[in-house]
Nanobody
Framework: VQLVASGGGLVQTGGSLRLSCAGS????????MGWFRQAPGKEREFVAR???????YYADSVKGRFAISRDNAKNTVYLQMNNLKPEDTAVYYC????????????????????WGQGTQVTVSS
């Protein structure tokens, strides 16, 4: 079972990136999926979550700029990031909720049992 994140890179302030997270080894269509990020010297923090029925939740810092989506046929979740700011610079991780059919918001890393390897996003000022 594996989650592989991709799509990170270097972008200027105001730019956009689209992250992808592809699952393999099992289907995640019944699991909520999330994105977290970790900046140097800081704890890993919640960014966005999408439930198995498509409900979405966001950290206040990214609301209106980021959008999470999923394609169950491809076993893939996406994070569209627009109007990027230097404070968005971090390693971004995708994760799958350990439970199936879980609904509602969950920003705790403890709820996610499957993690991708991370992809670096750097926003220059």
């Amino acid at each position: 079972v594996q989650l592989v994140a991709s799509g990170g890179g270097l972008v200027q302030t105001g730019g956009s990136l689209r992250l992808s997270c592809a699952g393999s080894g099992r289907t995640f269509r019944f699991n909520a999926m999330g994105w977290f990020r970790q900046a140097p010297g800081k704890e890993r923090e919640f960014v966005a979550r999408i439930t198995w029925v498509g409900n979405t939740y966001y950290a206040d810092s990214v609301k209106g700029r980021f959008a999470i989506s999923r394609d169950n046929a491809k076993n893939t979740v996406y994070l569209q990031m627009n109007n990027l700011k230097p404070e968005d610079t971090a390693v971004y991780y995708c994760a799958a909720d350990t439970r199936q059919f879980s609904s509602g918001s969950s920003s705790s890393t403890k709820e996610y049992g499957y993690w991708g390897q991370g992809t670096q996003v750097t926003v220059s000022s």
